[in-house]
């Protein structure tokens, strides 16, 4: 070892100080190309899964019982956010990851929707109403799902989120074992309807977010309906609203990575309330928002997220995006009524 160390030194002072410097800028030129291939590879956005195959394929089961699906794509999502290529990067402090900005907001659009299904898992889904006991490996999993999505040390985000994933895969393990009636799934209307609430919810703000891209001059009704002492003071005055121009693709892909997760978890939804949408006539709507949401994952064939006026010469794909969450939302409010019919 100490022959190669004076091997190596001997070399270096051999050549001079301007073949140094050379020497120096071509490795530095060589790790920033290699880091940039490396990145541009991390930012290849996951590909759609078969929901089905998935359900099939971690209960070993031809036939998943009811909830399955459900649970199966939960865990598949999260699996994905934790092992696709270059991992999770929300929390990367070294580069290339802390230099990617795309897929981290894709990232936290997935995130979103993981949180509020495992919250409707807890509260609705596995419970048969609202006096009855929560399911402990769902109560455990929740929680840790909320945790900073940043968070890269002590402890880091990753363990969190796979130690949720064994408190989720206890709770698979039970629903598909007959001889173990304590874990439960309720496929009924009301649940199916509270979760679409808070999707709907959700899209409305993205799609908010997405026309803010040009700014908007808006009617301030955050007190409409409230009293008229309060109301008077607030309501009703215009509110100059516009998204940060560095904030921009961020927006775009939390909504891309919002609509890719939603995609399957409603495929999925088909699958375990396949009784119910059939009873209400609501298999269609379902479907429908399906395609919706399916045209936003178009292939981007631009380098970078155009920000063009509404009728200029440049295309604005922020207001692309917000025409396709739009149209899902206004389909998901119509499957609610439909829900809620008798």
């Known amino acids: 070892m100490e022959r190669l160390e004076r091997f190596w030194l001997t070399l270096w002072d051999s050549i001079n100080s301007a ?42 089961t031809e036939v998943p019982v009811t909830g399955a699906y459900t649970t199966a794509t ?24 802390l230099w990617l900005d795309n897929v981290p907001a894709w990232e936290f659009g997935v995130l979103v929707q993981v ?7 807890r509260k609705s889904f596995s419970r048969s109403q609202s006096q009855s006991t929560e399911d402990p490996a769902l109560a455990k999993a929740e929680p840790m799902l909320h945790f900073d999505h940043r968070n890269w040390i002590l402890p880091s985000t990753e363990s969190e989120y796979r130690k949720a994933l064994k408190h989720l895969r206890n709770y698979q393990l039970r629903l598909s074992d007959v001889d173990q009636p304590d874990a439960q799934f309720y496929a009924r209307a009301d649940n199916l309807r509270d979760w679409l609430g808070d999707v709907s919810t959700r899209l409305g703000s993205l799609s908010q977010r997405l026309s803010a891209s040009v700014g908007q001059r808006r009617i301030n009704t955050d007190l409409a309906g409230d009293s008229a002492g309060r109301q008077a003071t607030a309501a009703g005055d215009e509110l100059e609203i516009k998204t940060p121009w560095m904030q921009i693709d961020n927006v775009f892909y939390e909504a891309r990575g919002t609509a890719w997760a939603l995609i399957h978890v409603l495929e999925a939804i088909e699958h375990d309330f396949g009784d119910s949408l059939d009873k209400k006539n609501a298999r269609a709507s379902v479907r429908q928002i399906i395609r919706e949401l399916e045209a936003t994952q178009s292939t981007i064939w631009s380098p970078m997220i155009l920000n063009g006026t509404e009728f200029g010469f440049l295309s604005n794909h922020s207001l692309v995006m917000a ?17 809620s019919q008798g």
């Open 115 to 121: 949180r509020d299904m495992s919250r409707a898992l």
């Open 74 to 97: 939960l865990i598949h999502m999260i699996d994905t956010l934790l092992d696709k290529p270059g991992g999770y990067l929300s929390n990367d402090v070294a580069p290339p990851g």
């Open 323 to 339: 025409s396709y969450i739009s149209r899902a939302n206004a389909a998901i409010i119509d499957l609610r009524d439909l829900l």
């Open 19 to 60: 073949k140094r410097l050379k020497l120096v800028l071509a490795a530095v030129v060589l790790w920033l190309l290699l880091a940039a291939i490396l990145g541009m590879y991390w930012s290849v956005e996951p590909e759609r899964f078969d929901v089905a195959v998935q359900a099939r394929q971690q209960t070993q």
